[in-house]
């Protein structure tokens, strides 16, 4: 009798194990496309380095610390157009506004919402602008992009909206007239935070802190195959990373977070040559270019 009894609890057990076996593969699949779904491959976006004006016969020294006071550089005042997934992207926006055209020799100025129309964008189609930091000519176009939501690092604009207007602050080079389009842009729904290091804003672009070029300057990592970092200020030129020198920084003693920030960008790209230095004339050489563009990839 007791045989019996557990002939059928074991078909009972043998039935489910069946089943379990026949619908691994099946779990299987459905766990891959559950996957692929969460996490969307991020767009393959492209990027070009559009030049829109140039700053001639700047003393190297200030952008390489310690290169000889003598030499000098023509500076490239550059934005970087990253489009993809039905988006285009400005890092960085140039600027407009007269006092820095009379402060700083100027040449060969188009504006930047005029420049990225050479790209072939308008300026009201850029849809988002990442500010690398708040200096004049890298935030000082928020303005020319009607329908852009503006990216910045919230300790940045909580520290230049704030404390550094205070006595004892930092706000040299940036104007108090990029500061007040900058909150009129957060009073109108048009900015967004990044909220510290290592933080994916948007699909496939990823930023980076730690320069310290300001109070708190970020940098991009634009994924891909062949990653892509986007470095503005916080590395000047090609020469910072072959002689491991440090750009401005915002005091002194930030000189040796700058020079590890650099050792950093090389190892997010993966390779020296993909770090797009800021302001550097030798990104139009060292890519394809067709006039004030260059394409990065």
Not at 128 to 146: E, K, Q, R, T, Y
Not at 160 to 174: D, E, L, V
């Amino acid at each position: 009798m007791g045989e019996r009894a557990g002939q059928p609890s074991e078909r009972r057990d043998q039935a489910p194990a069946g089943l379990r076996r026949a619908a691994r593969p099946l779990l299987a699949l459905a766990g891959l496309a559950l996957a692929a779904f969460a996490s969307p491959a991020p767009p393959s976006y492209s990027i070009d380095a559009i030049r829109y004006a140039t700053v001639p016969g700047f003393p190297l020294s200030g952008l390489v610390m310690g290169a000889p006071e003598t030499e000098k550089i023509d500076i490239a005042m550059v934005v970087w157009l990253i489009r993809g997934g039905g988006k285009a992207i400005l890092f960085d926006s140039g600027f407009h506004r007269e006092r820095w055209m009379k402060q700083f020799t100027i040449a060969d100025y188009l504006r930047p919402d005029e420049a990225v129309r050479l790209a072939g964008t308008r300026p009201e189609d850029v849809t988002d602008i990442v500010i690398s930091h708040a200096h004049w000519d890298h935030m000082g176009g928020i303005d020319l992009f009607p329908r852009a939501t503006v990216w910045i690092q919230k300790d940045e604009f909580t520290y230049y909206t704030g404390a550094a207007w205070q006595p004892g602050g930092r706000h040299g080079g940036i104007d108090a007239e990029d500061i007040a389009a900058l909150v009129r842009l957060n009073t109108e729904g048009r900015l967004r935070f990044v909220d510290g290091d290592d933080v994916e804003f948007l699909p496939g672009l990823r930023a980076y802190t730690g320069a310290r070029h300001t109070f708190a300057s970020q940098y991009l990592r634009v994924e891909g195959d062949a990653p892509v970092v986007l470095a503005s200020d916080n590395c000047y030129l090609y020469r910072n990373l072959e002689t491991r020198a440090a750009s401005a920084t915002f005091t002194p003693e930030d000189r040796e977070a700058n020079l590890r920030a650099q050792d950093r960008m090389i190892a997010l790209a993966g390779r020296r040559e993909r770090v797009v230095p800021g302001h550097d004339p030798l990104q139009f050489e060292r890519y394809p270019a067709s006039g004030r563009v260059a394409r990065i990839r």
